[in-house]
């Protein structure tokens, strides 16, 4: 896409292709993972459990906080994560949206299509 042309498109069309931007990383999926299974917040170290350099969880944290995934409270010299229930919900919801279930075709698909 170019500069600006998310103007010819929906705003839900825009957020899910927002939201799967911010779900573009193995990284940022584990790390979503890991907060999901924790159900509540995370004060330790993510590094020791994901394996990945502090910085570059850092920088994942951040664009997940940035979509509103997560969000982050500072505890003393920590900072706790954790999903934020509210927009799990409306993005879970925008995705269930998009993934329809489709009908299917009883007649085949043209040569070389499939």
Not at 48 to 73: D, N, R, V
Not at 100 to 110: G, P, Q
Request: net charge positive; hydrophobic share 40%; aromatic share 6%.
């Amino acid at each position: 896409m170019g500069i600006s042309k998310t103007g010819l498109f929906t705003k839900k069309q825009n957020d899910l292709a927002n939201i799967a931007k911010a779900l573009g990383h193995p990284a940022r999926i584990a790390i979503l993972q890991h907060l999901v299974k924790a159900s509540g917040c995370i004060c330790n170290d993510l590094v020791g459990e994901l394996g990945l350099a502090q910085p570059t969880i850092s920088q994942h944290l951040k664009e997940l906080k940035q979509m509103g995934l997560i969000q982050g409270s500072v505890e003393g010299t920590s900072i706790c994560y954790c999903i934020d229930p509210k927009v799990w919900d409306k993005y879970k919801k925008i995705f269930s949206e998009f993934f329809v279930e489709i009908k299917t075709i009883d007649k085949e698909c043209a040569p070389g299509c499939c």
